[in-house]
């Protein structure tokens, strides 16, 4: 399908690509008997395999917990439904009159699940290689950010967020001390020429993530 030309995989099989699009308000209008439901179940599994064989490879000073903590920080709807609307997917989703009434082209929720479902096809059409190649395209970036600090709360997105709502956008000054083994980053966040925010971290990013951290209750 042209439209999901940036999800960068061509299926062989239109009749899975069209399943995976197929929410169960259009099924039900239209008497299908499915819905993009058992491929999203299928998609879920591939994608936490995917993250977590990228995590035991890539991150071997992380344990257990910690994995599973990054894990479960992107493979969420929250990054789903951002990763979807970057691949500009909601406009391929098949809607029933209601849900596209009631705005369900831009609910994370669909969003999420549609990601998964295309994730299980893409599984199915072509097997895990094409399935990890897009993951890995995706995720990396947000997978790295969280890593650097697993179980904290992503303070840096979520400001940048509430920050683009009122058309203000974060400003990151970095300092170092230490010797090279044992390194104290300093991050200084600025909106607007003002310090709003000062953290300090063993890395550049978790520096940020602290001075995000001091800013936020000031933009609730």
């Known amino acids: 399908m042209s439209q999901l030309a940036e999800l960068g995989y061509d299926f062989d099989s239109e009749g899975l690509v069209a399943l995976a699009l197929t929410h169960r308000s259009y099924a039900a209008e239209h008497g299908l008997d499915v819905s993009y439901e058992r491929l999203e179940f299928l998609g879920d599994a591939v994608l936490q395999l995917i993250v977590t064989r990228y995590l035991y490879d890539k991150y071997d000073q992380l344990a257990e917990g910690e994995m599973a903590k990054v894990r479960a920080a992107v493979v969420n ?33 669909i969003l999420a ?42 303070y ?21 001390s230490g010797p090279d083994h044992a390194k104290l980053f300093e991050a200084e966040l600025w909106v607007e020429g003002t310090v709003v925010g000062r953290g300090r971290g063993s890395s550049k990013k978790r520096a940020e993530q602290a001075a995000a951290a001091d800013a936020a209750e000031r933009y609730q």
């Open 77 to 109: 709807q929250k990054t789903l439904a951002t990763i979807a609307r970057k691949l500009q997917i909601g406009d391929s989703i098949l809607l029933g009159q209601g849900e596209e009434t009631s705005g369900g082209r831009n609910k994370d929720s």
């Open 156 to 176: 840096k997105t979520r400001l940048q967020e509430i920050l683009a709502q009122q058309g203000l956008a974060p400003r990151y000054e970095l300092s170092e």
């Open 113 to 154: 699940d549609v990601v998964e479902s295309l994730l299980g096809a893409i599984y199915l059409d072509g097997g895990y290689g094409p399935a990890e190649d897009l993951v890995l395209r995706h995720w990396i970036p947000v997978i790295e950010e969280r890593a650097s600090a697993p179980g904290q709360r992503d």
